[in-house]
């Protein structure tokens, strides 16, 4: 939704209008499902809600743009975390700290749909906790940087090729993630969607 900025248009208005700030909040729901058995370790659902509310702001200056984004992941408990089995005979409640986010990506516009940009990401937090005991040992304090650039192929098509890798990894695997998409735009001329698509958002690391 946003606060400030971008307001609502008609096709004529949208082709001449022009960004200056823009401010905006959001909020990402995920819900407790997909399958889960509390008696194993390991499990495609995590029998949890979690939580991101999120500011954004988006600030142009001629050919440059500059996104950036602030956000926090909240969990509800998981009550049944590997319980009921050999190990465990009686239930056991996790808990997770709240995760903060931090994003930011940094662009510049040759022209429509032909652009690069500079993005980085950072969040901490995520200690968990299990029937009242922390494991200080889960703080995850990470942070990726990567690269993004748009081609167009023809006046409503373009391809956007995206590169990150981790600059600090102090929980989790190290990787490296390229990925390629094709964007369709209905309206001739448009400018570029969010730049925000590398590095790869925290969201799924917290799941």
């Not at 390991?42 to 939580?51: E, M």
């Not at 903060?100 to 969040?123: G, I, M």
Request: net charge positive; glycine share 8%.
């Amino acid at each position: 939704m946003n606060l400030v900025g971008g307001p609502a248009m008609s096709l004529p208005e949208m082709r001449t209008w022009r960004q200056k700030t823009l401010l905006g909040v959001s909020l990402k729901v995920t819900a407790p499902i997909g399958q889960y058995d509390p008696t194993k370790l390991i499990n495609l659902g995590t029998n949890r809600w979690a939580f991101k509310p999120e500011l954004g702001l988006s600030r142009r200056w001629g050919n440059w743009l500059l996104d950036a984004y602030g956000g926090v992941w909240l969990f509800t408990e998981n009550p049944e975390f590997f319980s009921r089995n050999e190990y465990f005979p009686g239930v056991q409640a996790q808990t997770r700290d709240p995760v903060l986010v931090l994003e930011t990506h940094l662009s510049y516009d040759f022209r429509p749909r032909l652009w690069v940009s500079l993005d980085a990401n950072f969040w901490r937090g995520g200690t968990l906790t299990v029937n009242g005991v922390e494991s200080a040992a889960t703080l995850q304090q990470n942070s990726r940087v990567g690269m993004t650039a748009s081609f167009p192929v023809t006046r409503h098509q373009s391809v956007k090729l995206s590169y990150a890798r981790g600059a600090y990894i102090r929980f989790g695997g190290d990787f490296q993630v390229l990925s390629a998409a094709w964007q369709y735009s209905w309206i001739s001329g448009a400018s570029k969607p969010s730049t925000a698509t590398t590095p790869s958002d925290s969201s799924s690391r917290q799941e």
